[in-house]
């Protein structure tokens, strides 16, 4: 007996990628919350510090963005794209239409928002003059797109695993209506 874990890769998918927007909206507070700290202080006086906590949250969340979009692509499979059909004439299926139309589009949002992510990341590594204002709103978009990345990659979960059922019904050979 064939057991179904859809829905536990899909919950388990958009939690992750739910944590991962919301560390990425923590970070960018952490960094406003160092740079309003450092502008109470007189100008002259500014200090230089990394931001510990900006710098943390987005790693977290860039790592969790690629497990997200890791744990979708492996056990969802490339399966709507390669579903070979036993005659070439046959064009492909709607669910295979979607799956191809909603990977493409997680790719995108994963490429989208792991560069937001370690762009803001990066930014934050360095000992920098805690006074400047740099790269503000990378964070924000990058939580932003992690919510949008796992609602693009459980469509294309269900899409794939769709497509691939319907094949596999498709390739068992249906009984003939008996005649009497």
């Known amino acids: ?91 492909p299926s709607a669910n295979q239409l979607l799956g191809l139309s909603f990977m493409i589009l ?11 992510l370690m762009a803001a990341t990066m930014d934050n590594s360095k000992w920098k003059n805690s006074c400047e204002i740099s790269s503000h709103g990378l964070f924000l978009g990058g939580g932003i797109v992690c919510f949008l990345h796992g609602l693009c990659t459980v469509a294309y979960y269900v899409s794939a695993t769709a497509a691939y059922r319907e094949e596999q019904r498709g390739s068992k050979p249906s009984p003939e209506p008996q005649r009497v």
């Not at 970070?27 to 006086?45: F, H, P, T």
Request: aromatic residues 6%; proline residues 1%.
């Open 106 to 116: 997680s790719w995108i949002t994963l490429g989208i928002g792991f560069s937001l």
């Open 1 to 91: 007996m064939e057991r179904n874990y859809g829905f536990l890769v899909c919950i388990l998918v958009m939690v992750i990628d739910v944590v991962a927007g919301l560390l990425g909206i923590e970070a960018e507070k952490a960094q406003n919350r160092v740079v309003l700290e450092s502008l109470s202080i007189s100008v002259g006086e500014c200090s230089r510090k990394p931001r510990d906590d900006a710098f943390s949250r987005g790693l977290a969340a860039a790592i969790l963005l690629g497990l997200a979009h890791v744990i979708a692509t492996v056990l969802g499979g490339c399966k709507c794209i390669f579903i070979t059909n036993k005659q070439n004439s046959q064009k």
